[in-house]
């Protein structure tokens, strides 16, 4: 499988995957079979595949796609919140910085206003970030049952809304990446705001003449003051005392304002001591924090790109690496390695070496009981084969309820998987209706907390001639689509049996 997808790669893989699933999947699987086909010309790591149709269906495709909308929008929105963070942070700094002459700057009222709060969002998302990896809490899409409520009939929409549907509602992983992703522009939009909140003050005090005091009606002193002074300067009081960079106590009481006594008798030194001490407060409170939960949430965002896989690479690995059991066509050479046809002896000498200890499972194929002895062996796992795509098949007996089906993951818990994946085909009457219980039994087949598990519903029509295996009614497989798709995000595809 393909690692290291970023979120535009994954959304356009997840835009494809939605119009597959609006597609015959008879011809879903006829298109990769030719990709895999060409992969192997080329040819195509194992690893490759999915990095391999992506780049193919990029190529064949009209229209915009997701990562075309996705890439210019994020610039655009970063510029957007790079700008206005600065021309904030420099509207914040130089309306704090007003002086009159006969008024000095409140410090105060500065660190009140421009780096407390910063400083407090810093320690809120540092907290929110240290939860999360702690595994106690996680970013998820608040409005996901609202969305739930509204799209009850996926297969109503259009594309476009059914692949946002699918966005939001499928296996966690767009929540988890637009968290980031958003978490990382938020930090971007406050990293510039602290930014610009420094800028203003050097400009301010470089090109203008300011003094700055401190005032308070509590009974509170010099020495108070100067043990608040120390306390916030703690991250730089290892840098020397020569820099200037903390204001003396001396200084502090002599830049203490009284409204009643004016300005006048206070030196001038001790009015321009506070400078310094403010613009370290808003580097190491406001600005190098950002910095880091931005470099985090940069950190994090493309961690879980390089280690998540995507669900449907699973799927598309197996119908391009899907062996053909049928006569080859023009656009299938038989002389390719992927075309593959056996007789019934090699078949059985393979499903019993499957049910061996230790022996490597390709699928396993779900027939009814009632069924049993009906359909030839060859022709069940060459049905079998052409659309779960590995081998060896192996074919088990279950009914398409809840209990049964969990019976077979249960027996099946053991098995190991060829290519580390588990794929289960279940064929079914068409045209019996679905009823609540075989939904279930899908819902229970197919769930798989690790996504790695793929379910695929091959369905048969009335039995004619003797013949059971029979192409389903378009009626009846339109009615089983629909029963199908209320289990979204659950994905189960659909395919008609073959004559």
């Known amino acids: 499988m393909k690692h290291g997808m970023r979120l535009g790669d994954l959304l356009d893989l997840e835009w494809f995957l939605e119009q597959d699933r609006l597609a015959d999947p008879a011809e879903t699987l006829k298109r990769d079979r030719g990709l895999g086909l060409d992969a192997q010309a080329v040819p195509v790591p194992a690893g ?30 970063r510029l957007l919140l790079a700008c206005a963070g600065l021309l904030a942070g420099v509207s914040l700094a130089r309306g704090l910085l007003l002086y009159s002459g006969t008024r000095p700057v409140n410090v105060s ?57 699918t966005l939001f509602l499928g296996h966690g992983w767009p929540a988890r990446m ?12 406050g990293l510039c705001l602290a930014l610009g909140s420094l800028a203003g003050l050097l400009v301010s005090v470089t090109v203008t003449d300011l003094a700055f005091g401190w005032q308070s009606t509590l009974r509170v002193g010099a020495a108070g003051m100067h043990a608040v002074v120390s306390f916030l300067s703690f991250p730089w009081s290892w840098l020397p005392e020569g820099w200037g960079l903390v204001p003396t106590l001396g200084q502090i009481e002599g830049s203490r304002i009284v409204l009643k006594e004016g300005i006048s008798t206070l030196a001038s030194a001790d009015l321009i001591a506070w400078w310094p001490f403010l613009a370290m407060c808003l580097l190491c409170y406001a ?58 002896a090699e078949r059985k000498e393979e499903a019993a070496a499957a049910s061996g200890a230790g022996a490597r499972t390709g699928c396993v194929f779900l027939l009814p009981p009632e069924l049993r002895g009906r359909i030839g062996e060859d022709d069940l796992a060459s049905m079998a084969l052409r659309v779960g795509g590995h081998d060896p098949v192996r074919i088990m007996h279950a ?30 009457e068409a045209w019996q209706p679905p009823i609540r219980e075989n939904l279930q039994a899908l819902e229970i087949l197919g769930r798989d907390q690790g996504d790695n598990r ?25 009615v089983w689509a629909a029963a199908v798709e209320r289990l979204a995000p659950l994905r189960v595809d659909i395919f008609g049996a073959l004559t």
């Open 109 to 165: 009222v500065f660190l009140l206003l421009a780096v407390l709060p910063q400083a407090g969002l810093c320690l809120v998302a540092a907290i929110l970030l240290a939860a999360r990896m702690l595994g106690m809490g996680r970013f998820h899409v608040p409005v996901r049952p609202l969305f739930s409520l509204l799209w009850r009939r996926p297969g109503r929409l259009s594309p476009q809304a059914g692949f946002i549907r």
């Open 454 to 478: 793929s379910l695929t519903l091959v369905l048969c029509g009335r039995p004619s001639r003797g013949r059971w295996l029979t192409a389903p009614d378009g009626v009846d497989r339109d």
């Open 399 to 428: 009914e398409l309820e809840a209990g049964d089906a969990q019976r077979v993951l249960d027996e099946c818990a053991g098995l190991d998987w060829a290519g580390g994946r588990e794929r289960f085909v279940v064929l079914v």
């Open 287 to 344: 600005l190098l924090p950002r910095l880091a939960l931005l470099g985090i949430a940069h950190r994090s965002l493309r961690s879980l790109e390089r280690g998540f896989v995507h669900p449907g690479l699973g799927r598309i690995a197996d119908r391009m690496a899907a062996p053909l059991v049928g006569t080859p066509g023009a656009a299938e050479p038989e002389s390719s390695p992927l075309p593959l046809k056996r007789g019934a």
């Open 48 to 77: 490759g595949l999915g990095a391999y149709w992506l780049q193919r269906r990029r190529a064949g495709a009209s229209g915009a796609l997701p990562s075309s909308i996705l890439g210019p929008g994020l610039t655009a929105l």
């Open 178 to 189: 637009l968290g980031w992703e958003s978490l990382r522009l938020l930090q971007l939009g």
